[in-house]
């Protein structure tokens, strides 16, 4: 039974930092894509960034590269997005999703319905 469990999301003023978590058990951990998405109000779903946790690959989307990153404590099955330099437009719930993929495809796995796994996701709030 996969499980991910996200934390983290908090008010916070512009300009202003937060770290998630998103803890997972139930999967090989260390050959999988792992995401973070996230949805406004009135918005679809979209990709904020992934990591391939067999390489520690990364991709960023361009609205949040220079002030997101994604890293892994592979002892802990976490991944965290540290979020710097926060705007009222980052405003969403935040979730993680997890899917089981390899070297050459991680790269391929962008999209909500490439995912299997989700967390309830975590909201955060700029204001």
């Known amino acids: 039974h996969v499980q991910l469990v996200e934390s983290g999301g908090a008010l916070v003023q512009p300009g202003g930092s937060l770290r998630l978590s998103c803890a997972a058990s139930g999967f090989t951990y260390n050959r999988n894509c792992m995401a973070w998405f996230r949805q406004a109000p009135g918005k679809e779903r979209e990709g904020v960034a992934r990591i391939y946790t067999g390489s520690g690959n990364t991709y960023y989307a361009d609205s949040v590269k220079g002030r997101f990153t994604i890293s892994q404590d592979n002892a802990k099955n976490t991944v965290y997005l540290q979020m710097n330099s926060l705007k009222p437009e980052d405003t969403a719930m935040y979730y993680c999703?997890?899917?089981?993929?390899?070297?050459?495809?991680?790269?391929?796995?962008?999209?909500?319905?490439?995912?299997?796994?989700w967390g309830q996701g975590t909201q955060v709030t700029v204001s």
């Open positions: 999703a997890a899917e089981q993929c390899s070297a050459l495809a991680w790269f391929r796995f962008r999209r909500p319905a490439d995912f299997r796994y």
